[in-house]
Nanobody, 123 residues
Framework: VQLQASGGGLVQAGGSLRLSCAAS????????MGWYRQALGKQCELVAR???????NYADSVKGRFTISRDNAKNTVDLQMNSLKPEDTVVYLC??????????????????WGQGTQVTVSS
């Protein structure tokens, strides 16, 4: 499964950005999808996550400002980011937990990551 993320960029504090991520591949299904962020030299931290059933959870630092949404039919996950702050400046990565069927009929579980997209919020 491959993940392609888009939508990062530069915005002023208080502005908005929308990140999108699409999963593609052969014979797979996606369970949970989410967005993480990672500052240079720091651990990756959860931003928001959504199950295939629609349950969501958010980091405390983004609650009320960010909204995660999924389209299960299209295998996409979006992150609407409002009221952005300079401290939101970091690389954002999308993630998806997948189940894939191989040619021999085996089922393979994997945690997949997108390439990362930079979000920069100026003060």
């Amino acid at each position: 499964v491959q993940l392609q993320a888009s939508g990062g960029g530069l915005v002023q504090a208080g502005g908005s950005l929308r990140l999108s991520c699409a999963a593609s591949g052969r014979r797979f299904t996606i369970n949970d999808m989410g967005w993480y962020r990672q500052a240079l030299g720091k651990q990756c931290e959860l931003v928001a996550r959504a199950t295939s059933g629609g349950t969501t959870n958010y980091a405390d630092s983004v609650k009320g400002r960010f909204t995660i949404s999924r389209d299960n039919a299209k295998n996409t996950v979006d992150l609407q980011m409002n009221s952005l702050k300079p401290e939101d400046t970091v690389v954002y990565l999308c993630e998806a937990d997948s189940l894939s069927w191989t040619d021999d009929g085996s089922l393979v579980a994997a945690r997949n990551w997108g390439q990362g997209t930079q979000v920069t919020v100026s003060s």
